[in-house]
């Protein structure tokens, strides 16, 4: 047991995908993610042959094949914390802390697994992916994608089994491990579910957006947001274009329709030139979704405005 669990700590690859029956294909209009098919982020996982050396690339280029749309003007890559506030900003994915076995149990497959199905009911699906968090230094180190399940030898049990790449570009279909992260200990590392919003998960559509959105100067680094308020929100997210061509990115999160926000830096700490940024601002929603028997209430994001100018304030 200990001597398979050191091997997949060294690998530091992980596969988690569980199929508990067909993944039909979604339609456009119906899910807050748009055409999301989890049975496609499955079979990417378990027949890629790039071997791109990078956990989060893997798992990016996996849910992409799934209908996880690319972010236009992006041109680098992510760390795992970067990929799951971009997931989960846009509102194509939620989050949900897992619980880990104590032991890890023998499976039918001659493999040991940690990660209990039943344990953790109506918090992750197929083609679902996975972020590791070590507790000791706070740092999110690794990502997999959700695949099948294998049932424990002793027991009516089912653990997940996961897809992912190392560094080294390997490729496992493993049980979940609680391997050490930088030696702070196997028992140091906390699992989470990035859930993705589709109707399959339980989620509906969300469509509405805010209104009148104004970006007004206060200085040359900052500037002032306005909008209506949205019927129903219960927080708005602030996004920002900083140059011609570049990505939209997720400044924060407020509660108000109303907020002074820093005009963004670059990555040399230069603040950009306030009149070339765009500001956008998406409503944000609680949201019931029902799956496998569980029902949870969830914040869920609405559609992006236009961006919009910051404008000279008038005299």
């Not at 790449?165 to 390997?170: D, L, N, V």
Request: charged share 20%; with cysteine; hydrophobic share 35%.
């Amino acid at each position: 047991m200990k001597k398979a669990a050191k091997f997949v700590a060294i690998a530091l690859v992980m596969a988690v995908v569980v199929v508990f029956s067909p993944l039909a294909s979604l339609s456009a209009d119906a899910v807050t993610l748009p055409g999301y098919k989890a049975a496609s982020t499955v079979s990417a996982a378990k027949n890629c042959t790039t071997n791109y050396k990078d956990c989060v690339k893997f798992v990016r280029m996996c849910a992409q094949k799934g209908g996880v749309p690319v972010q236009k003007g992006r041109k680098y890559g992510y760390s795992t914390e970067q990929y799951m506030k971009y997931l989960t900003s846009e509102g194509f994915a939620v989050i949900n802390q897992l619980t880990l076995c104590g032991d890890e149990t023998v499976l039918g497959s001659g493999k040991y697994g940690n990660l209990c199905v039943e344990q953790n009911k109506g918090k992750l699906a197929a083609g679902d992916l996975l972020a590791y968090k070590c507790k000791k230094c706070g740092k999110y180190f690794h990502m997999a994608v959700v695949t099948d399940i294998d049932q424990g030898v002793d027991s009516n049990l089912h653990y997940w089994i996961v897809y992912a790449q190392s560094s080294k570009g390997m490729i496992r279909n493993q049980p979940m491990y609680q391997f050490s992260h930088n030696g702070h200990g196997r028992g140091n590392v906390a699992l989470y579910a990035l859930h993705f919003t589709s109707s399959d998960n339980g989620f509906t559509a969300c469509t509405k957006t805010v209104k009148k959105l104004k970006a007004k100067k206060v200085t040359t680094k900052k500037a002032k947001l306005s909008w209506k308020k949205t019927s129903g929100a219960v927080a708005y997210n602030i996004y920002a274009k900083t140059y011609a061509g570049g990505p939209v990115e997720f400044v924060k999160q407020v509660k108000g329709n109303s907020v002074k926000v820093a005009i963004p830096k670059n990555s040399k700490g230069k603040v950009y030139n306030y009149k070339k940024v765009q500001f956008a601002v998406a409503p944000v929603f609680k949201q019931s979704a029902a799956f496998e028997g569980v029902t949870k209430t969830y914040k869920v994001v609405g559609k992006k405005c236009k961006l919009v100018k910051v404008k000279e304030t008038t005299k």
